[in-house]
Each structure stands twice: as C-alpha cells, then as structure tokens.
T-cell receptor
C-alpha cells in the first residue's frame, strides 16, 4: 500500500546547489505531476507527464527539469537552487479512468534554500 | 484559462458549529470536474469529492455536504456539527475535460480551525 512515495522528505540547500527529488508510484498510473505549495498560493503545477516518455510544462516550470524515467518514476531536478524555490513539493499520480481525475499525492518534500 | 477562487483565507468556528467553505471557479469548457481536497496538519492531501459538470445534485457524506451551482459557478462545502479533527486546509480544484490532460488547477485554500 505504498501509493506515491517521495524522497527526501526534508532537504536544506545552499543557493546554487543542485538536487533531485524522487517520486515513485506503484499504482500503474500513466500520469504523474509535480506541484509546489507556498503560503497563500495554493498548489501550483510545475511539470507533468501524461505518459511514459512525455513531459510538459505546467504553470511554474522555470528553474526546474524533470525526467520520466519509466512508468513508475518521475523525478524533479533543481540545477541551481534559489531561495525562491523554498517550498513544499508534492508529487502526484492520476488514476487511470479519464472521467475521475482524482490525484493521489505523496507526503510532500520540504525544501529550504538558504 | 481556468481559475479557482477561495476567497476565505482563514475561518475559525467553535466546535459543533456548522461552517461553509466557498469555492468559485471559472472555465470556458462545458465539461469539467470539480474537487475538494483536505490537508490536515500532518501535511498530506486527502481527496474528499469529485463532481462533474453534468451532475448538479448536491451530495452528502456524513457531516459533509457539497452544493454545486453552475448558475453561480460555485461548489461550496459545508461541514455540519464541526469537530476538532476537521481542522485543516481545504482546497477546491478544477479540471477541464481535455483527454489525457488531467492536471488540476487549485484554489489558494481555506484554513479551517475548529476551536474546542
């Protein structure tokens, strides 16, 4: 019953450092998403992958890259972290049926950039 | 472009009171889906309900009820006889009907505090 698993759960970076957030789902979902959550801003979509081998930009993609490694895994990379990227990051995957649209979320990764 | 507005940033009520969380949406699609998610203090996001644009029937699930009105583009959420465990941030979200593009647009959330 793992669902969506994100690692790490907490990370502190210095400005300019790079890191990758890992996400894996075991529900055989096609679609996967990365959101960031900031106070007063709700959740904003960074990137998504509608299927293995495809990725698309969301609302706030600048400063991020993604890789859909296989059907299970979708990673988010910060090449040169900036304080503005301090946030809580959520990975999500989508249930198969088109007309439901329910997202299953990971527990979140809290990133602080100093 | 689609948009979701949750005008209430924070609400506090005394336990056992009823409370309504407002959600107003904008979309040009005639087919769309609306959602509510709950984020308790532990931080995870929990799916509460999905409603499609063809179904304006109100829904009740225990102490929770949802009122969907297309005429006012609203999808409001009411908690009856609130409990401390209802304290959380609640997000309303919208998905348009593009096949293969199931990304959600979220509102900014309403922080609900239930005072014992």
């Amino acid at each position: 019953n793992a669902g969506v698993t994100q690692t790490p759960k907490f990370q502190v970076l210095k400005t300019g450092q790079s890191m990758t957030l890992q996400c894996a789902q075991d529900m055989n979902h096609n679609s996967m998403y990365w959101y960031r959550q900031d106070p007063g801003m709700g959740l904003r979509l960074i990137y998504y992958s509608a299927s293995e081998g495809t990725t698309d930009k969301g609302e706030v993609p600048n400063g991020y890259n993604v890789s859909r490694l296989n059907k299970r895994e979708f990673s988010l990379r910060l090449e040169s972290a900036a304080p503005s990227q301090t946030s809580v990051y959520f990975c999500a995957s989508n249930i198969e049926e088109v007309d439901t649209g329910e997202l299953f979320f990971g527990e979140g990764s809290r990133l602080t950039v100093l | 472009a689609q948009k979701v507005t949750q005008a209430q940033t924070e609400i506090s009520v005394v336990e056992k009171e009823d409370v309504t969380l407002d959600c107003v949406y904008e979309t040009r699609d005639t087919t769309y889906y609306l959602f509510w998610y709950k984020q308790p203090p532990s931080g995870e996001l929990v799916f509460l309900i999905r409603r499609n644009s063809f179904d304006e029937q109100n829904e009740i699930s225990g102490r929770y009820s949802w009122n969907f009105q297309k005429s006012t583009s609203s999808f409001n959420f009411t908690i009856t006889a609130s409990q401390v465990v209802d304290s959380a941030v609640y997000f309303c979200a919208l998905r348009e009907s593009n096949f293969g593009n199931e990304k959600l647009t979220f509102g900014t959330g309403t922080r609900l505090t239930i005072i014992p």
